[in-house]
């Protein structure tokens, strides 16, 4: 099945991508926690004010969920032995909705709604390849963007 996302839906989704990232970063948690602390409520929220949200601070808005959310600090830290240059939290939230807006071409059910975009966005936030993209040290964020999607597809990183 095909499907069209608006331009407004498409930079509602990679905003809420790249807060999940920056938010991960902020509190040490993997990413899929993050949004797995988010209920469909929250996720529906952020997903339909994100055009506003994107007005204010990054570290406002982070503040909010991680309260809203009862997010704690973690331990998974992907920059402080990273020996390169770490990609912005935009950058990697590019390749999340990337992957989201792939895995909902998949799907049967039209995506017409911000509410038909939450379960692709969670299976995605679920999956492996989440956590290899977010760890900088392996390089599968620098992977192309086919890679990332075949290896995510198969349920493991392709050789």
């Known amino acids: 099945m095909s499907f069209v996302l608006d331009e407004k839906k498409k930079n509602d989704l990679f905003y809420v991508c790249s807060l999940v990232e920056y938010v991960g ?11 797995a602390a988010m209920d469909d409520d929250c996720l529906k929220h952020h997903l339909e004010y994100a055009d506003l949200n994107h007005c204010l601070p990054f570290e406002r808005v982070s503040d909010e969920l991680i309260t809203d959310c009862g997010i704690k600090n973690g331990d998974y830290d992907t920059i402080t032995n990273c020996k390169y240059s770490i990609p912005t939290a935009t950058s990697i939230g590019r390749v999340y909705s990337t992957l989201i807006e792939s895995e909902m071409g998949r799907s049967d059910a039209p995506i017409t ?7 692709p966005f969670r299976k995605v936030f679920s999956s492996f390849i989440i956590d290899e993209i977010s760890d900088f040290a392996n390089g599968v964020y620098f992977e192309n963007p086919s890679y990332q999607w075949e290896s995510y597809k198969a349920g493991r990183l392709l050789q």
């Open 113 to 119: 709604t911000v509410a038909d975009m939450l379960s």
């Open 25 to 35: 970063r902020k509190t040490n948690n993997k990413r899929g926690d993050i949004v």
